[in-house]
Every structure is written in C-alpha cells, then in structure tokens.
C-alpha cells in the first residue's frame, strides 16, 4: 500500500505543480530553498485511511501551503487567497474538482475542508530567518483501489 499512497501523493503534487505561483513537494522537504511564491508541502496522514472490501482504502494528505515572505507582507497573504479561492486559474479547489484523478493516480480525491490562515514561526521552518511566514492548511481525501 505504500506505493500507492506514494502514486497518490506525486499525482497531487503534479496536479498542484500545474497552477501558476505554487511548487509542490510530494513529501516534506528537509529545507526549502524557494524565496517567492506558494510552497504546497503534501503530507499523508497515517491512521486515518479506511480500507474498504479487499482492495480499495480511502486515505487523507494535509496540503500545507507556505507563502515564501513574511507574514507582513501582503503580496504573500494575497497569493494564498487567490490560491483559496474556489474559481479561478490559480484556484486550488477549482483545479482539484477539474481532476479528481490526480493525474490517474487516484480513484477519487477531493478537497475535505480548508481551515483559516494561521502563521508559521520561523523556528519551524529554520530557512526563512525574516519573521513569520503564512500559511493555511487544506485536507484532501482520496479513494484508491489497489490491483
């Protein structure tokens, strides 16, 4: 099963690589070298996948978007609406219910429920010495059958 969490995570990653502004990682990174934009780092939560007959669990991956500036800037917190907003190019949901596939690495994935920005403070994140960045957090849920 692991396999497929890891299909489900790089699907997501490239589905999410593919709107403007946002670099996704499909598992969290060591450190983040990027200085702009919106960093989606994707995290499988363990425990919570529920197996469903022989061959099909549904599992959940918190997607952690971190604007890469600090959080009085108001270009960053502009970026993660945007990046919120359920329409639009940049429109994570929008893009999420346009391929509910992952790029066929899922049977089924969508956005769960989207929880209010909060902020980050640079000794969790030790590459971005500037102050606090922002971020919000998104829960997706997937549904994936296994050969």
Known sequence: MADEIYDALKGLAGLLDNISGIKAYEVVPDSLNQ???VAAVLEYVPGEQL?????SFMGRV???LI????LSNRSAQRALLQHMAPIGSKSIKAAMEKDTTWNN???DGRLDAEEPMGSIEPEDYPFHEAGPLRTVI???KFLKTVA
């Open 105 to 107: 690495s899922v049977d």
């Open 51 to 55: 197996t469903l007959g022989d061959s």
């Open 67 to 70: 604007a890469m500036a600090t």
């Open 138 to 140: 998104i829960n997706a």
């Open 35 to 37: 200085r702009q934009g």
């Open 62 to 64: 918190e997607i952690r």
